[in-house]
Structures are given as C-alpha cells and as structure tokens.
C-alpha cells in the first residue's frame, strides 16, 4: 500500500512564503508524475502545478512566476515551494502521485491534504 503524506501548510501573512513537502512511501515500482492541487471553500479542486520523473513542469496560470514544483527522486518526495503568497491561493493542497505498483500497473494516489491559510 502506498502513503503519500504533506507537511507544511500553515497560516501566512499576503506576501509570504511556504513550501509544502509531500512524501510517498510503500511498496511501488516506479513514481510517474507528481503534482499539487488545491480546493478551495465551495470550489472544485484544481491542479496548481505538475512534475514528470525527469522533471518537467506544468502550472496553473494563476501561480506562474510565484510557485515551483520540484522533487527528489531518491526520496520520493515532490515540493511547493509559494512565494508572494495572496488570499487566494488559500485552500487546502492536496499532493498527487501516478504511481506504476509491482503489479506493473498505474495507480494514482492522494495525500490527506494541508491547510494554507493567508491572511492579514
């Protein structure tokens, strides 16, 4: 079974700075593609930014040029790293993985989700 766990959300003021961690754990052979989504009170939950295993990136519109995705194939762990934060980006983020099993099947797993909160 596989794990994926955040840390990191906190409360911050406008204009500050947090990175999320997110690391996977368990039994897979292989981590495809990872990424951040949020969701927001009363929204639907939208992809903020995306990274492939040989890390190429993909953002939403909204957080280019504040956000970056990054990770660490030895420790299966991917990153947000959000500066200039606004009100906006308040929501909770969740961590995604395209994870191949030992079964050579893909499978995609969620994190339970942090909290940001950015407010004055």
């Known amino acids: 079974q596989v794990q994926l766990v955040e840390s990191g959300g906190d409360l911050v003021q406008p204009g500050g700075s947090l990175r999320l961690s997110c690391a996977a754990s368990g039994s897979m052979f292989a981590i495809n593609a990872m990424g951040w989504y949020r969701q927001a009170p009363g929204k639907q939950r939208e992809l903020v930014a995306a990274?492939?295993?040989?890390?190429?990136?993909n953002y939403a519109d909204s957080v280019k040029g504040r956000f970056t995705i990054s990770r660490d194939n030895a420790k299966n762990t991917v990153f947000l790293q959000m500066n200039s934060l606004k009100p906006e980006d308040t929501a909770v983020y969740y961590c995604?993985?395209?994870?191949?099993?030992?079964?050579?099947?893909?499978?995609?797993?969620w994190g339970q989700g942090t909290q940001v909160t950015v407010s004055s």
């Open positions: 995604n993985a395209d994870i191949t099993n030992l079964l050579k099947r893909r499978v995609n797993y």
């Open positions: 990274i492939t295993s040989g890390g190429v990136t």
